[in-house]
């Protein structure tokens, strides 16, 4: 499923209820560029961690590395919020990559849907 295609807010909202996914569309947002998964794995690890990038633990980068190849990643690249080559590695922006923009547009959906119930 695309974002061009009928998606729920419910469904939305569960795509972006990991701390971890929602970092990730962050860390594109605001580099504006693609991102090796090495160099996001590392800032995400210092995240979690209120440690610098460069002071956050191998071990916990590379535990988040693995999370984001099997999990993360490959849910948001099917949702088309990013895109995600696996091969070298890197992550990079969706034509339509702000969850932000597609989240408003869900939420007005359903304000309209739940003022239309009111009436």
């Known amino acids: 499923m695309t974002v061009t295609e009928e998606r729920s807010l419910a469904e939305l909202f569960d795509l972006l209820s990991h701390p971890r996914r929602r ?16 160099t996001l794995a590392k ?3 210092a995240w979690e961690s209120t440690a610098s990038a460069a002071g956050a633990s191998e071990p916990a980068a ?8 099997h999990t993360h990643l490959p849910k948001l690249a099917e949702a088309g919020l990013l ?12 034509d339509r990559t702000s969850a932000g923009l597609l989240l408003d ?13 009111d009436r």
């Open 23 to 38: 970092f990730v569309i962050h860390a594109l947002q605001r580099s504006q560029r693609a991102l090796d998964t090495t």
């Open 43 to 45: 800032r995400i690890a």
């Open 62 to 69: 590379d535990a988040v590395a693995v999370s984001l190849h």
């Open 83 to 94: 895109v995600y080559d696996e091969t070298p590695g890197r992550v990079g922006t969706a």
């Open 105 to 117: 547009d869900k939420l007005q959906l359903e304000r309209e849907r739940m003022l239309a119930h």
